[in-house]
Each structure stands twice: as C-alpha cells, then as structure tokens.
C-alpha cells in the first residue's frame, strides 16, 4: 500500500515542503528511517536525527525551524504527534477493510448478515444470528445461534462466541478470545461431588468496547454478564459470571475478576490484579497492578496491596516493612542492654 506526500498531506490538512510525488509504504522510527518509508518528529530531542534519517517523508510541527539540509520531503501540520495517530488509524481502517465471503465458510440460512461484510475463510455462523453492517469476521470464527453484532465491529481469528450474545457497535474483538462460555458454577452434592450448575445467561458487550487477545468473558447464570460502552480489556484477562463492568473501565492485563462483582465507570485497574467475587467497586477507583481486592471499594480511591488498602497508607506500611529488619536488630539490641542492667541490678 503506497501512498504520495501529497495524500498525506491531504489527510492531515497539511502541507508539503519538497517531492509531493514522494512515495512511500511504510512507517518508521525517524532514527531508523529507511527509503520509502514514513515518520514523524515532534519532540525536540530528536531534530537530529532529522537531518541523518533516510526516511522518505518525515511529519514535523509547524513550529519546527530547520537548521541544516533536510533531504526528506516534509509534511507541515500543527501537532505532528497527533497527525501521526491520526495517519496510523487511518492506515489501520484502510488495511483493515476487506470485503467479501472466503471460502470455505458456513452460513445458517436463517441468519441476517448486513452489507459491506467481510467474511474469512472456515468461520461459522449459526441459527438467527444478525450481523450489522461493515462487519469484518476474519477466518477460523466462530459465532453460536441467536448473536446479535452491531455495526463496525470486527472480530480476529480465532474467536469463539457462545449462543445468546449481544456485540454493540465499533466493537474490536482480538484473536483467540471466547466470549460466553459457561461461568464457573459448580454445587457440592452428599458425595463431595462437585456438579455443574447449568449457566443459562448471556453476556452483553455495549458499544466502542475493545477485548484484548485471549481474553475471556462468561456466560452469566441467570441474566447477563455485562461489559458497558467504552470499557478497554487487555490481553489475557477473565471476566466470571455475572459480572458487571461500568463504562470507559480499563482493565491490564492477567486480571481476573471473580462472579457477580460490580465494577464501576472510569475505573483503572492494572495487570495482575485479583477481585473476589460479590464485590463492588465505585466510579474513578484506581487500582494498583497485582493487588488483592477482597471488600467493596468506595468510589475516587486509590488501593494498592494483597489485601488491597489505601495507596496513600500502603506507601507508609512499605516504607516501615523495607526497615524491618534494621528494626528488628535495635529491639534485639535493646533486649540484650536491658538484660544486662537487669544482671547488674
């Protein structure tokens, strides 16, 4: 996929200072620049390299005053940086629209699929599932009976969705995640038996949320499980039975979240971290990676440790835990003087 300066420019709103006929096809680091490829300057430590790179069309601010020669033709806008993300989801959406029916691929005749799709070749899409415009399922997919996927979402390889699942719009889905299987529901009986309690909920995913690759959300047990408009997942993470998940939340990586807690909106929560089940957590709740939530969280706090506790009195306690030893040899040493004087006495 090529593109000319002039193109560029065109997309940013920019102008062009050199070739506008200058072509490239790929993007790089500016101190890496090769022929043909695209970068950016916004940061001022690195005007250096402008005058060295290789790279064929280089982004700057139009605040940016050259000082030397500048063999690369350059794209002129207001914020360089953000021209750049721009440009890269531009780029994104462009390699990413693919058009059309693989094959081979199976496709419920009862099944309403709407228009500009994309379907990969081997993925399956069972009884009265209803599929949005531009949706983009890519190979080895496969979606269960009675889904319901909202415009312009994709969904990567390797995905599986359990029957009675509801997709919003703008929705990404990465490769190799599941979306409703069973919870993790299971009954002792008079044998020490464990027997599996039948999960016949469903799992509802609003609008504008992005699931990360390998990532799990069950099934809830009556219900849904539900993860609101706007919520970011991670790789890697699990989402039990019931859960409920507030909008704009952010979760990291490697968490697990265990059933029927209630996380609230524009929560942050990083890598690692474990929450019990029945807990609720309020809105603006940080939560420091690897902590151990086990008791309901007010909302606007911020909570750090296994079990989770204030930020604010867990950087005392670490402090206090990292002398610990050095206390501990001025107690043994005032344990010895004391029984010194006691001997005199």
């Given at each position: 996929?090529?593109?000319?300066a002039?193109?560029?420019?065109?997309?940013l709103?920019g102008?062009?200072?050199?070739?506008?006929d200058?072509?490239?096809?790929?993007?790089?680091?500016?101190?890496?620049?090769?022929?043909?490829?695209l970068?950016?300057?916004?940061n001022?430590?690195?005007?250096?390299?402008?005058?060295?790179?290789?790279?064929?069309?280089?982004?700057?601010n139009k605040?940016?005053?050259?000082e030397?020669?500048?063999?690369?033709?350059?794209?002129i806008?207001?914020?360089?940086?953000?021209?750049?993300?721009?440009l890269?989801?531009?780029y994104?959406?462009?390699?990413?629209?693919?058009?059309?029916?693989?094959?081979?691929?199976?496709i419920?005749?009862?099944?309403?699929?709407?228009?500009d799709?994309?379907?990969?070749?081997?993925?399956?899409?069972?009884?009265?599932?209803?599929?949005?415009?531009n949706?983009?399922i890519?190979?080895?997919?496969?979606?269960g009976?009675?889904t319901?996927?909202?415009?312009?979402?994709?969904i990567?390889?390797?995905?599986?969705?359990?029957?009675?699942?509801?997709?919003?719009?703008?929705?990404n889905?990465?490769?190799?995640?599941?979306?409703?299987?069973?919870?993790?529901?299971?009954?002792?009986?008079?044998?020490?038996?464990?027997?599996?309690?039948?999960?016949?909920?469903?799992?509802?995913?609003?609008?504008?949320?992005?699931?990360?690759?390998?990532?799990?959300?069950?099934?809830?047990?009556?219900?849904a499980?539900?993860?609101?408009?706007?919520?970011?997942?991670?790789n890697?993470i699990?989402?039990?039975?019931?859960?409920?998940?507030?909008?704009?939340?952010?979760i990291?990586a490697q968490?697990?979240?265990?059933?029927?807690?209630?996380?609230?909106?524009?929560c942050?929560?990083?890598?690692?971290?474990g929450?019990?089940?029945?807990?609720?957590i309020?809105?603006?709740?940080?939560?420091?990676?690897?902590?151990?939530?086990?008791?309901?969280?007010?909302?606007?706090?911020?909570?750090?440790?296994?079990?989770?506790?204030?930020?604010q009195?867990?950087?005392k306690?670490?402090?206090?835990?990292?002398s610990?030893?050095?206390?501990?040899?001025?107690?043994?040493?005032?344990?010895?003087?004391l029984?010194?004087?006691?001997?005199?006495?």
């Open positions: 996929m090529k593109f000319t002039q193109q560029i420019a065109d997309i709103e102008e062009v200072q050199g070739n506008p200058q072509e490239v096809s790929k993007l790089s680091k500016i101190e890496e620049g090769e022929k043909g490829s970068s950016f300057l916004s001022p430590k690195y005007n250096s390299f402008l005058y060295a790179t290789n790279a064929s069309i280089v982004i700057v605040s940016f005053k050259p030397k020669e500048i063999n690369a033709t350059l794209v806008v207001e914020d360089a940086y953000q021209s750049f993300s721009k890269l989801e531009f994104n959406k462009v390699k990413n629209n693919k058009i059309g029916r693989e094959t081979p691929h199976f419920s005749k009862s099944a309403k699929i709407g228009n799709e994309y379907l990969g070749a081997f993925c399956y899409i069972g009884d009265n599932v209803v599929i949005g415009n949706v983009k890519y190979p080895h997919v496969y979606i009976d009675n319901v996927i909202g415009d312009n979402t994709t990567f390889s390797g995905v599986k969705i359990y029957s009675e699942t509801q997709i919003g719009k703008h929705c889905i990465h490769a190799g995640s599941i979306i409703g299987a069973d919870g993790f529901g299971f009954a002792p009986n008079d044998k020490g038996e464990f027997t599996a309690i039948p999960q016949i909920g469903s799992v509802i995913i609003e609008d504008y949320v992005d699931i990360g690759s390998a990532s799990t959300i069950d099934r809830a047990t009556l219900g499980t539900i993860i609101r408009k706007g919520v970011k997942l991670d890697q699990q989402i039990a039975h019931n859960v409920e998940i507030g909008k704009n939340t952010v990291a968490t697990g979240v265990a059933g029927s807690s209630k996380i609230g909106d524009n942050m929560i990083g890598g690692q971290v929450i019990a089940g029945h807990i609720k309020g809105n603006n709740v940080k939560i420091l990676a690897q902590a151990g939530i086990s008791k309901n969280i007010k909302e606007n706090t911020i909570v750090n440790g296994t079990p989770a506790f204030k930020v009195d867990f950087n306690s670490y402090a206090l835990f990292k610990l030893p050095s206390i501990v040899l001025k107690i043994n040493q005032l344990e010895k003087e029984k010194t004087q006691n001997k005199k006495q």
